[in-house]
């Protein structure tokens, strides 16, 4: 006899709840949340290793493979979320609200994530960041203490905190993954949006930052990468590990090497400051929400990754290939 979600035999069903309920009869090992550059490559990585995969969007986007089944649903919704992933064995979240509206948005995402890995026993990877850190003062840890100061990093310490008090509490299973400043195809990162395409077309460029500064970078497919090792070892739960960098460099010579492997003329990147940000802001309100964690961009960011490295075996992707796919990517729709 076919079965369905909450283990009530398929007949049981009276005709107008099978439409929605047929959708959890073949149900996914693996759940992910969100299908943004990160969390596109996550489904696909888990479908390319053989692995049946629900990706969970609000519009119901995400990567075309026959190994994963991409559903419309709103992950705040914990019922819903609930039916999505029961009887799976983990959920991934690489869903985050609109930039500027993290305040309001990101807790109750939070919650629904939570809450519905506890009801189901579903292992919970959250792809974090560095915001819970604080403005950092050298190569830093996963041992480090949360020490944030803006409200975006007290919104992210507090997700942490209270994924770590659930996994403690022995009511879920959790980890998070954090990575640092995004660069590659299909990345949200502002040093892209701001400066990408201009470094690649050979056009003088501005970025929002102390240009000399050290940050660690991280590549979508690495994070993925390590989000995939993360939920299949036993040694990752109730632990944060940073995604290996696939280099430390500044603004300055990222957008050096960017230019270069696109052959376009020598780079010319100078910083914007805080007036000129906030007139683009007028014109693109998320920009407004980038000066309140203005010390990412204009103090080294710097991971130390080796815990990760040494307990996955994981490798960063190797600069010059991350170079190409990001010329390939912005240079995709150029004439």
């Known amino acids: 006899m076919i079965t369905v979600s909450h283990r009530r035999p398929a007949a049981e069903w009276s005709p107008h709840q099978l439409p929605y309920q047929l959708l959890e009869i073949a149900m996914p090992r693996f759940v992910v949340t969100g299908a943004g550059s990160t969390g596109s490559a996550t489904a696909r990585l888990l479908a390319e290793q053989g692995e049946s995969v ?15 089944e991409r559903v419309a649903a709103d992950v705040t919704d914990p019922d819903r979320l609930t039916a999505l992933i029961e009887d799976a064995e983990a959920l991934i979240n690489c869903a985050a609200p609109p930039y500027d509206r993290w305040k309001q948005e990101f807790p109750p ?5 939570l809450t519905a890995a506890e009801r189901t026993g579903a292992r919970y990877v959250m792809l974090g960041n560095l915001y819970g850190y604080g403005p950092l003062d050298g190569p830093v840890t996963e041992q480090r203490p949360p020490a944030p100061s803006t409200v975006k990093g007290e919104v992210r310490a ?5 994924a770590l008090a659930a996994h403690r509490a022995g009511r879920a299973r959790v980890t998070e993954v954090r990575a640092g400043s995004y660069f590659g195809p299909g990345a949200q990162s502002l040093f892209l949006i701001l400066a990408g395409r201009q470094l690649v077309t050979g056009e003088p460029a501005r970025y929002y930052a102390d240009l000399d500064a050290p940050h660690s970078w991280a590549y979508p497919a690495d994070v993925a990468r390590t989000l995939v090792a993360a ?3 036993e040694e990752s739960w109730g632990l944060p590990w940073h995604v290996p960098a696939f280099a430390t460099l500044s603004a300055r010579a990222l957008g050096d090497a960017l230019a270069a492997a696109a052959g376009a003329p020598a780079a010319r990147l100078s910083a914007m400051d805080d007036r000129e940000l906030a007139e683009l802001a007028l014109k693109f309100p998320v920009l407004g929400a980038v000066a309140e964690m203005r010390y990412l961009t204009h103090q080294a960011t710097v991971l130390d990754s080796t815990h990760t490295e040494r307990t996955f075996g994981l490798r960063a992707t190797p600069l010059a290939e991350v170079l190409a796919a990001t010329v390939n990517d912005l240079s ?3 004439p």
Request: proline share 6%; glycine share 10%; no cysteine.
């Open 158 to 162: 507090r997700m942490w905190a209270d």
């Open 109 to 113: 995402l939070a919650e629904a994530l």
């Open 54 to 68: 629900r990706l969970v969007t609000r519009s119901g986007s995400g990567p075309e493979h026959p190994g994963i």
């Open 231 to 233: 939920v299949r070892s």
């Open 332 to 334: 995709a729709d150029r």
